[in-house]
């Protein structure tokens, strides 16, 4: 009893494995957007969040890309209000047929001068249930490993974008504008450093990315 239930719980090992495999290899359509615009701009503080979640954004696209993805860009750059840029947001998200929604941004809460403690990255979903939350967990782990806090996944009921956007959705909070530490270390590590995090943590593998040939 005790040799065929081990064999039974390597052969589910295996099978998850292929599964896991499968899932990696295949083809993912996403959107993926920065948060806010120049007429909303969100967090000015340490880190002008405007500036910084379209730097993120555009690394993340630019890898999923470079993995074979299909990835539709959905920022919003035109609304001259926190509405018309959200429902604008949705509108274009919502266009297209996709597997997951990303959405980028960067936090903000009180500022906090240097006490060599970031406040960090968290990751927001709309349910407990929902099936961007394996996404959401690996993307918090990917960008701590950079040197911010894991604040980890929480469950927000009542953002615009998580509850009208028709695929599973997930918004990334990379770091906070206005902590001094959190500010410190996201200039040290750079934009394509927490976009490359976020974009393994979408597709549950590390990316090697491509080297330019620069000739001799």
Request: hydrophobic share 30%.
């Amino acid at each position: 009893d005790h040799k065929w239930k081990s064999r039974q719980k390597k052969w589910n090992g295996q099978q998850e494995s292929q599964k896991a495999k499968r899932e990696r290899k295949r083809m993912k359509k996403i959107n993926v957007h920065g948060g806010h615009n120049r007429n909303v701009p969100g967090i000015i503080n340490y880190l002008d969040e405007v500036t910084e979640d379209r730097k993120i954004k555009n690394k993340v696209i630019e890898l999923l890309r470079d993995e074979g993805n299909k990835v539709y860009d959905c920022t919003e750059s035109t609304a001259r209000t926190q509405r018309g840029n959200l429902y604008g947001i949705v509108k274009k998200c919502n266009a297209h047929a996709v597997d997951l929604d990303v959405s980028i941004h960067i936090n903000g809460c009180k500022k906090s001068k240097k006490d060599r403690k970031t406040k960090g990255v968290e990751v927001l979903i709309q349910n407990s249930n929902s099936k961007a939350k394996a996404a959401a967990e690996r993307i918090c782990k990917k960008v701590a490993a950079l040197g911010f806090t894991n604040r980890g996944v929480k469950v927000r009921k009542d953002l615009y974008v998580l509850n009208r956007t028709k695929a599973p959705a997930l918004l990334v909070e990379c770091c906070f504008a206005d902590d001094e530490d959190d500010a410190i270390k996201y200039k040290k590590v750079g934009a394509s450093a927490v976009g490359k995090a976020i974009a393994e943590g979408i597709l549950n593998k590390t990316i090697q990315e491509k080297k330019e040939n620069t000739g001799s």
